[in-house]
């Protein structure tokens, strides 16, 4: 039964195109049959727009998809609130200055999920906020130069969670997920991110939560990188490995040091540095403090402090129980001048007694094997 005008119309039994049934004001939601569509979609009003693979998520699914094939141009463009869109596969366009998905008008309230980007370009531009991005998979190409990033105004309240990424080639590509400037609440949580280099790159944002993400990263690249101006970041239970620095907290491009950034349950292994921070990029002593995280088998610096600003890097495991090496006591991680180790754990569980001690704070100079408690 033909739904001409909605509330729920059909491609391309009611309409011949997406465009077509999505530019219709009482069509609020657009359901796309299997099958390829070359065009360029541009959105205008709140609705939903299923895709055959609706209610999947993307990283894991099979079956027939409805995908879109946009060209040189964006797959779909969001010019309006409230806008979902879910279950497709979107055959991005090659050049980095557009997007699969473009959410450019400081709109409110979209929602991208179990959407597949063939991404030789960018994944996704959006400066919308009460946005959320979940259960997507980004298969970047070596031509791949971002996913999913925000750029022009502020957003706030943004969450990327489930996400899947790969395929980039670390050397020319930027991160899977940037956010240039966020006000409050940008939460990546959950997302897994496999030898692209950068999972998150965080640029004068306060207010920002990554969590419980999966990253293996690339000698060449951080895997989280917070990269000046932030505040109120905290980086807590991933899993990071094989990248230059787990976390690096940096000021590269001057946009100015960072404040209250805390490091705290992650398992940061076999990286060359599990937590780095740049020489301007923190001006008040403890503005990173790294507590009860797991850094071992990174074979520059547990923890490498290039600012004369004091890092609080006590009770964590070094990989050995008594602390962390060279100018610490220990055979474990090693460790920069500037640097408060001391307690330190001296089990792998990140939730054990914190009770390695040495006569020193920050140049340790004891064998921190007087308290087993």
Known sequence: MQSIGGPACNV??????IQAAVSVPTCTTVNVAAGSYTEN????????????????DARTRHGAESTINGGAGPNITITAN??????????????????????MGANSGETIRNVIVNNPGRAASFNTSNTTFQQNLVNNTPTAGDGFQANTNAVQNVTLADNAFHGA??????ADITIIEGNANIVVTRNASERDGTLIALFKTNGATISDNVVLGDPSSSAVYIGGGDSNVTVTTNAIGGASSAVNVANDFGVGPNSTVTITQNLLRNNVNGVKVGSTAATTANTVAAHRNGLTGNSGFGVDNLSPANVDATCNWWGSKNGPGPVGPGSGDKVTPNVTYSPWLKSPSLESHCGGVTNGHGHGHGEGDDDDD
């Open 41 to 56: 979609v541009t959105i205008g009003h709140a609705l939903t727009l299923r895709g055959a693979q609706a209610g999947r």
């Open 82 to 103: 409230g806008v979902t869109v879910d279950g497709f596969t979107l055959n991005g366009p090659v050049s980095q200055g557009t997007a699969a998905i473009v959410m």
């Open 169 to 174: 080639t670390a050397a020319n590509y930027n």
């Open 12 to 17: 391309p039994a009611d309409y011949p195109t």
